[in-house]
């Protein structure tokens, strides 16, 4: 199993949330492990996540769990400061 490499000290934003109601779909429910609760976006064709994280990360491995049915048609992974490094 992969381990997380978000902790307290990363920074999320999103592109919205729905109705504004951030207690009940606010990015919070992100990470917090609980197959209960999600982030939902307000609607718009294009909603996005971004994470500052405290240092720098290796990635191996990005996975994404849609709820209710829904699902992106489209997807798009961006980063900043050093250059990407795909591995093998």
Known sequence: MAHS???????SRVSSVLNRNT???GKKH???????????SDQGPS??????????ICVSQLQIQFQG????????????????????
């Open 23 to 25: 207690r009940q779909f």
């Open 5 to 11: 490499l978000v902790c307290p000290e990363t920074v």
């Open 69 to 88: 049915g829904f699902s992106s048609r489209q997807g798009r992974l961006e980063g900043t400061g050093k250059p990407w490094k795909v591995g093998d």
């Open 30 to 40: 992100l990470f917090d492990q609980d197959e209960e609760t999600c982030w939902n």
């Open 47 to 56: 909603q996005w996540v971004t994470l500052e994280f405290p240092q720098c």
